[in-house]
């Protein structure tokens, strides 16, 4: 994998009365990658709204059987996924905070010289209540 790489990230959330794919989302950046060991590291910079006022500093570490995704600067989160594993994050924005559970259903991961990509679907609840089921697909892939 080269340094400098290309992040798709499709979410896919599943709201009370509402279809698969109603709410899907996909968002395409460029990053960095690297290895630490045997976790891929992959950072990249979001923007949170359309005019690129408030963004988020993303690094996210894959290993063979976790996720975890760490945002910084306008929002601030620290999300694990495991498959059949439950954690706790607060979400913090400027307008306040929420604790958010997830409820880590399935988790796949596949490597390749110039790709990586991750599947994961679980079960979100924002302060103790329910509020979806998600699936995200995140690619990884080598710009030459």
Do not use: H, W
């Amino acid at each position: 994998m080269k340094d400098k790489v290309l992040v798709t990230i499709r979410n896919d959330q599943v709201l009370a009365g509402r279809e698969a794919g109603e709410e899907a989302l996909e968002v395409v950046m460029t990053g960095s990658c690297s290895m630490e060991g045997d976790t891929c590291i992959v950072r990249y910079t979001e923007d949170l709204v359309e005019e690129g006022d408030m963004t988020a500093l993303n690094t996210v570490r894959i290993d063979g059987s976790s996720l975890q995704v760490s945002k910084t600067g306008d929002v601030e989160v620290d999300m694990y996924f495991e498959a059949g594993k439950r954690s706790l994050a607060v979400y913090t924005t400027p307008f306040g905070e929420m604790e958010m559970g997830i409820s880590t259903t399935f988790l796949e991961n596949s490597f390749s010289e110039d790709e990586i990509c991750v599947r994961v679907g679980y079960a979100l609840s924002i302060n103790g209540t329910v509020t979806a089921d998600c699936r995200m697909e995140m690619r990884v892939e080598s710009i030459l």
